[in-house]
Every structure is written in C-alpha cells, then in structure tokens.
C-alpha cells in the first residue's frame, strides 16, 4: 500500500525577491531586514470576505486578483491582509487569490492561495463505518452519520494522502454518507481525489469543518496492525498524523497498540461504531462479520469472532 504525505489542507504557491529563511537576516550596515513576508495562513470570516496573514507587517499590496470571483476590496493593518469578494463564495467551493505585498523594508513576495467558502450552518457528523482491504468489486469506503442537520459544504475527509471536499449538500440528522476511496465497479455518488485506497494495515480517517488552515478536527479513527516498524504504525507519515490527530484530541493517543486492531478487516468485514458511542478510542467500534458491511445503513450489529 502507498506511502505518502497526508493532504496538506493549505497550497501556497509563492516567488519572492529573496530566499526563504527560517531565521530573517538582518544588513548590519544598513539596519534593514532582508527577509520577504510569507503567507502563514488565510481564512474565511463570512461568506464574502477573508483575512490572509502574514509573518510581518506589511507596508503594501499590488497586482490582487481573484478567481473566479472578483475582489471588492483589500486593506492592510499589521500582518493581515483583509479581501471583501464581489459575490458570495459558496460553502464547498474556493477562490483562488493571487498578488504581490511588500513589508516595510521593501522586501516583497508574490504569493498565490485559496480561500474555501465559509458554511454557516454546517452540519456534525461522525465516522461510523470503513473497510482498508477493499477489491474491485467491494472498494475502500468510509460511511458517515449525521448527528446533527446542517450543510456539509467544506467538511473535508481525508485519510494520510487523499481526500474529499464535501459540496453545499443539506444533510439531516440520522442520514448516512459514503465517500468512496479506491476505484472499483461500485461507484458512490461522493469519492476522494485520488481513489488509491485507504492503508491496508494502518491509517488514520479524519475528519476536518475546512480544507482552509483554520480547519477543526470533528471526529478521527486510527488503526494498526502493530507492525514492528515505526512505533507500530508502518511509516513515518501514518506515525506523523496519528500524532497530529491524537494532539488536537481527535483520540486517545498516539500509541499505535490503541489503535483499532486492523488484522481481521476484509473488503466485506467493515469495522463498525458501535452507535454513536463516542469516546475516541477503539472502545467504541467492532469487526462485523464476512459480508456484512452495509454502507449507507444502520450498521450489522453481529460481531465477528476470530
């Protein structure tokens, strides 16, 4: 199975006048920084305006245009940069903006980012089904509950190295979603971007309210076959994000051995909640037996024994 780094939720595109550095040098002749100003991260406050920051402040800002809905208005206080967009971006969509700032020792950088509708009324949901051993016939899926009715334009799910970016979609609470990740006959309406498949083995499914960098955790499992490489979970990048998750209290810890036992999992024995228990450890969830994943319904309540 792939090993690869886990979506990033933010792409930067930047040039610049100089060369990043972690540490800004400084012309000891002429007292001036030498560093440009780099993106650091961009949000959405409304469904019509958005804030990108920077790493310093800034003294100005040229050359803006956005895609494909046009800027209103741009204005400068300190680090941030504030854009007003003509029309409405709407939740599950994004608009890509690109310009030039300069800081106030006239270093500047050209910069180029998305900025991801905002949803005002999003809906909540929970993992509650996945198999990572997926055929042809029965590929990898990740099924969701709604707990909460709402819209899912902007929930993002991904796993180490893909993902899906929900559309605006109005959900009600107790309805079930399926995101399809690996290719296969059966086709769901949902499906992530690559379709490669989830880790066979060991892997983390998260769910995030934003592709943007002010995304919230909303529900994660991890699972593992306790492999002997990498504490357990198989590479370095499953190891990083079960980290990540388990940081932000996504689950219990980032030890691999509390993870969900991934060893009895087939294309049909899907791991299942049990209801919407929730207390993000392996306590809340069960191999069901051969044949009984059920997508898009209440899940086999029988469980398998080995």
Not at 234 to 252: D, P, S
Request: aromatic content about 8%.
């Amino acid at each position: 199975m792939r090993h690869a780094l886990f979506p990033l939720l933010l792409l930067i595109l930047a040039s610049c006048s100089g060369c990043n550095q972690d540490i800004k040098p400084v012309d000891l002749l002429s007292g001036m920084d030498g560093q440009i100003p780099t993106l650091s991260a961009v949000m959405m406050h409304s469904t019509r305006s958005g804030t990108l920051l920077f790493d310093e402040d800034l003294a100005s800002w040229s050359d803006f245009s956005s895609y494909p809905i046009p800027l209103e208005q741009v204005a400068i206080q300190g680090t941030a940069v504030t854009l007003v967009f003509r029309e409405m971006v709407p939740p599950g969509s994004f608009v890509t903006v690109s310009g030039k700032v300069k800081d106030r020792s006239g270093n500047s950088t050209r910069f180029s980012t998305s900025l991801w509708g905002k949803n005002q009324n999003p809906a909540t949901v929970l993992l509650s089904e996945f198999t990572t051993k997926g055929t042809e016939k029965n590929p990898d899926r990740v099924e969701l509950y709604v707990t909460k009715s709402g819209n899912m334009g902007g929930i993002v799910i991904t796993d180490e190295t893909d993902r899906y970016v929900f559309p605006s979609l109005a959900v009600w609470a107790g309805e079930y979603l399926v995101v399809q990740f690996q290719q296969g006959t059966t086709t769901e309406t949902h499906h992530s971007t690559q379709l490669a498949g989830l880790a066979s083995n060991n892997g983390v499914i998260a769910v995030w309210t934003t592709p943007g960098s002010d995304a919230a955790l909303m529900d994660a499992v991890t699972y593992s076959s306790i492999t002997t490489t990498h504490d357990g979970w198989g590479n370095a990048t499953v190891k990083e994000y079960a980290q990540e998750i388990a940081l932000k209290g996504g689950w219990i810890s980032a030890e691999s051995t509390d993870a969900i036992p991934s060893t009895h999992l087939t294309a049909t024995r899907s791991c299942n909640r049990k209801g919407t228990k929730d207390t993000n450890s392996r306590e809340d969830w069960y191999v069901t037996t051969q044949g009984h994943a059920t997508f898009g319904a209440s899940n086999w309540e029988e469980v398998y024994q080995p």
